[in-house]
């Protein structure tokens, strides 16, 4: 049983859950960001993952290497196991998780925190476009599957301002159930 705390972040591709992460990072350095594996080559600074082969992901995949996997928009996405590690040793991970794949996920690890960092479609759309790395249709696609996916048993952070607004309640989120793990 895991004895520190699992926070998963959730969220349409383009709300800045990576630009959360490396905030939050920064300001509780104890926090273990598990890094994800990605079948997609690296190409921007803004999201830090490790690059895999299709084939070289289903090998490892194969060989029991990810603790959470799963695939979206083409891609396949895996967590890897030493986070149980950290979990075990009683260090609190951050992940940047899956709307798809959260119920699995809490079927691994029922005691989950899941925060879902929210954006208005306006702001989801200048974010995407600004990236640069969908092109017009794929845009069109996230935008259709962000307004119609909704996630429950969460906690939502909405980042529609200034990213340290988003940070700040995230991390005092994260600190109150932190300290309700250990007092429990």
Same mark, same amino acid.
């Given at each position: 049983m895991m004895s520190g705390c699992l926070f998963v972040f959730v969220g349409a591709s383009g709300v800045g859950k990576d630009s959360v992460l490396r905030c939050l990072k920064n300001r509780m350095p104890e926090l273990h960001i598990a890094k994800r594996v990605i079948t997609r080559k690296q190409h921007t600074e803004s999201e830090d993952y490790e690059s895999l082969s299709p084939e070289q992901f289903i090998t490892q995949l194969l060989e029991g290497a990810f603790i959470f996997h799963w695939r979206a928009h083409g891609v396949r996405y895996g967590i890897r196991k030493s986070v149980n590690d950290i979990l075990q040793a009683g260090g609190n991970v951050a992940i940047n998780g899956s709307r798809a794949a959260l119920e699995e996920m809490r079927a691994i690890y029922p005691a989950l925190h899941a925060i879902s960092i929210n954006v208005d479609l306006e702001v989801l759309e200048e974010r995407l476009i600004a990236r640069g790395r969908e092109n017009e249709d794929e845009i069109a696609a996230? !935008?259709?599957? +962000?307004? *119609?996916?909704? @996630?429950? $048993?969460?906690? /939502? /952070? #909405? $980042? $529609?301002? +200034?990213?340290?607004?988003? @940070?700040? *309640?995230? #991390? !005092?989120?994260?600190?109150?159930?932190?300290?309700? @793990?250990?007092? #429990?």
């Open positions: 996230r !935008l259709k599957r +962000a307004s *119609q996916y909704q @996630v429950t $048993n969460c906690h /939502i /952070i #909405a $980042n $529609n301002g +200034a990213l340290e607004e988003a @940070v700040d *309640q995230c #991390a !005092l989120l994260m600190k109150d159930l932190m300290r309700d @793990v250990l007092s #429990a």
